[in-house]
């Protein structure tokens, strides 16, 4: 059986490519599970900055969770597995201490998008096309689309994406603040590249705690700011402190290991 999920690391950056194409990449639950060992694998892994994560082929980032597999799933299943899914895949994803790049090359549907919505931030190919389109099949985004989207687009248009279950293309996508940058298809590898090796500069340690005091405004019952005090203040007791500041004064580029 072919690999679910394909890793290819060049220098600093992993690329994780979904690996379902002839399913437009539709995540089931062998997927959902190789992605998780990959994200923590990878996050362990100190030579690796970024991570690029896209969808194999031309046409699809990932077009949902596998209709085949949730649609016989019971009340206490769907909660389950949900849950079970927002802690395995898309809040770890959120969570990392490496950058996750969503390169969208296609559709990015239902779980697709929610997926997408985890990382830290989007980039499309001008073939793009974006939704949540649960409620056709009676169901809702389980995946944190709810509130991923409303945090990202604003409550009032990620309500008209949900109600309506209808697509956008990039360019909207682009207007909305879902993705940040749109190119061609073929130029998105190295787009996404491209910022990934700015990230792969800077203080990892740095990084990471930025990422968690952005992120721990969005959390209820947590305040952002105080998160962002703590995080200042830490940074001064660490090393890559130390060599930022003194490549600075010492006219370097630094070295952060
Ligand atoms: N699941 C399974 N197979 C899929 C799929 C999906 N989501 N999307 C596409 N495929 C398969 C198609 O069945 C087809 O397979 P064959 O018939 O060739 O065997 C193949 O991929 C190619 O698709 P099409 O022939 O349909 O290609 P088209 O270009 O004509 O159309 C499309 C592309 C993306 C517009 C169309 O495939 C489509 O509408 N796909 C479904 C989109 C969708 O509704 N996705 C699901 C959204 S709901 C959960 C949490 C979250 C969720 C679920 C559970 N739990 C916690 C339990 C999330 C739910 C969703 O994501």
């Given amino acids: ?16 490519t979904i690996n379902r194409p002839k399913q437009l990449n539709a995540l089931n639950g062998d997927t959902i599970a190789a992605l998780s060992i990959t994200m923590q694998e990878l996050e362990e892994n100190e030579s690796v ?9 031309e046409k699809s980032f990932v077009a949902g969770a596998d209709i085949k597999e949730f649609a016989n799933y019971s009340v206490e299943e769907g909660k ?7 802690e395995t895949l898309f809040n770890l994803i959120e969570n990392l201490r490496t950058p996750v790049i969503a390169a969208v090359n296609g559709f990015a549907l239902g779980g697709g998008l929610e997926l997408a919505m985890s990382c830290h931030m989007r980039v499309a190919s001008d073939n793009a096309r974006m939704g ?21 687009v604003g409550k009032g248009k990620a309500m008209e994406m949900i109600t309506t279950a209808g697509m956008i293309d990039a360019n909207d996508a682009l207007k909305w603040g879902l993705v940040n940058h749109v190119v061609a298809l073929d130029e998105l590898h190295a787009k996404c590249a491209e910022i990934a090796s700015k990230i792969a500069k800077n203080s990892g340690v740095a990084i990471a705690a930025a990422m968690s ?45």
Avoid at 49 to 57: E, K, P
Avoid at 236 to 257: I, N, W
């Fill in 132 to 152: 949540l389109p649960e409620v056709t099949l009676g169901v809702i985004p389980g995946y944190g689309g709810t509130q991923r989207l409303a945090q990202l």
């Fill in 213 to 257: 005091a952005v992120n721990a405004g969005f959390e209820t019952g947590v305040n952002g700011f105080e998160a962002e005090i703590d995080a200042f203040g830490e940074a001064f007791g660490t090393d890559e402190f130390k060599e930022g500041t003194t490549a600075f004064l010492e006219k370097r580029k630094p070295d952060f290991k």
């Fill in 49 to 57: 900055r970024a991570i690029i994560l896209t969808g194999s082929g």
């Fill in 80 to 86: 389950a597995l949900a849950r079970r899914g927002h």
């Fill in 1 to 16: 059986m072919e690999d679910l999920v394909l890793v290819n690391q060049e220098g600093k950056v992993a690329t994780v």
